[in-house]
């Protein structure tokens, strides 16, 4: 019986740690990869083989065994939030590291893609399948073709005159129409209160504590603030 609930305690603890692996990925005293280089807090995979060697490297056989159990669809989902972020924050795909611009040269821009061609590429090379990078390629490329980014409306559509707004942030989702997320924030305000603008949610004033909340905010998290904003 003792040993049972054992068991049982080490599995949940491997799954957890499975969804914790962004640590494990920037852990100092990561096993080496292959090409000498050592697993630390600084290094970013170069390329897709890169970041597939360093993912196994840093995954126990039994994690692998119950990846293997998964089908293709619920690892990738179930990790995207997990281990997904890991890569998009320690692997620095918002912010153009060697590992986005190799995505980058091959035409993935946006690093959910980035990480769901690696999340997909890695389960079907642990279960022996072929990665299929091109078809993996064009399927991005697809959804996101035809897509524009928002613009501000016309000067005369402004709530108030004499607005600037340079500054501006893409958070690379779109709901409709195929035009890209983008928050317009005014930079020109001669007291606390500042315009914002999105093509998704429309006009908001908003005082300089949100301003500057929405400005140094994670990528990734600029959707969820927004809708904070204008709840």
């Known amino acids: ?46 390329n897709l083989d890169e970041a597939l060697t360093q993912i196994d490297f840093n995954l126990s056989d ?5 990846i293997k159990k998964k089908s293709e669809n619920d690892f990738t989902s179930e990790s995207h939030f997990g281990l997904g972020i890991g890569m998009r924050n320690n692997w620095r795909l918002w912010k153009g590291s060697d590992l986005s611009k190799y995505f980058n040269s091959i035409g993935i821009y946006h690093p959910d893609d980035m990480s769901g061609i690696i999340l997909t590429s890695y389960y079907r090379k642990l279960t022996g399948h072929e990665i299929k990078l091109d078809e993996q390629i064009a399927y991005y490329k697809e959804y996101w073709d035809g897509v524009e980014l928002t613009q501000l409306p016309e000067k005369k559509e402004h709530p108030e005159p004499n607005l600037k707004f340079r500054v501006s942030i893409n958070y690379g989702s779109y709901a409709e129409n195929k035009k890209w997320g983008t928050v317009y924030i005014q930079t020109n305000s001669e007291n606390e209160n500042f315009w914002i603008y999105d093509y998704y949610y429309g006009w908001k004033k908003i005082d ?23 709840s």
Not at 21 to 30: E, G, P, R, V, W
Not at 62 to 66: A, F, G, P, R, T
Not at 220 to 225: A, D, G, R, V
């Open 1 to 46: 019986m003792l040993y049972n609930e054992l068991g049982t305690m080490r599995e949940k603890l491997l799954t957890t740690l499975f969804i914790a692996i962004a640590t494990l990925i920037s852990c100092k005293n990561s096993t080496p990869l292959k090409s000498e280089k050592i697993l630390n807090e600084s290094y970013v995979p170069k």
């Open 208 to 230: 300089l504590e949100t301003k500057e909340k929405l400005e140094n905010v994670r990528i990734q998290e600029t959707e969820s603030i927004m809708n904070q904003i204008f």
């Open 62 to 66: 039994s994690l692998k065994l119950e």
